[in-house]
């Protein structure tokens, strides 16, 4: 399912088992209310994949060497190299993979419903996929504070993990 909005397109997937229980317009919502948050100008698309532990599990594996399941998973679009695109053309930031089965139970665990939990995965994979990182304190609590300012213009209350 591909919807365009203003100059960005965003692609939902979401695993054939798990048709029905999510819907992909709060997704969307979610993509694009990052997008304006960070200001991205000129148009670009991503994808946003909804899948389970397996496909997770093998990706961080095969590309982190962490052999576990996580959350989520953004691919920058770090392929074309020195490449630029063609006029017209959207620029393609990257993927972000979200696994169903993980964000159920971390919103079990933050007290709030999947739907939020999945909201704040596409949020920060897209943060991710801008360019922002978690790993140090700093810039932690940078994302986390884009994090919040975005959920909140989206009207959700999410609680972010304590790290």
């Known amino acids: 399912m591909r919807k365009q909005a203003s100059t960005h397109q965003i692609e939902i997937q979401i695993d054939e088992q798990f048709q029905g229980r999510v819907q992909p317009e709060p997704l969307q919502q ?10 991205v100008v000129g148009a670009c698309e991503l994808a946003v994949v909804i899948t389970d532990d397996e ?14 399941p996580t959350d989520v998973l953004a691919f920058p679009n770090e392929t074309r190299g020195p490449f630029v695109n ?6 393609y930031l990257g993927d972000v993979i979200i696994s169903l089965p993980r964000a159920e139970a971390q ?5 709030h419903d999947l739907l939020t939990e999945l909201q704040l995965l596409v ?25 919040s300012a975005i959920l909140s213009s989206l009207g959700v209350e999410a609680r972010l993990p304590e790290w």
């Not at 979610?30 to 200001?39: C, D, G, K, S, Y």
């Not at 991710?128 to 932690?140: A, F």
């Open 123 to 147: 949020v920060h994979g897209i943060l991710h996929l801008l360019g922002h990182d978690d790993i140090v304190d700093e810039k932690r609590a940078r994302m986390w504070a884009a994090q």
């Open 30 to 39: 979610a993509a694009m209310a990052t997008l304006a948050h960070q200001e």
């Open 55 to 68: 496909a997770l599990h093998e990706l961080n594996l095969r590309y982190r060497h962490v052999d576990e």
């Open 86 to 91: 063609a006029p017209g053309l959207p620029r």
């Open 107 to 111: 919103a079990g665990e933050a007290g």
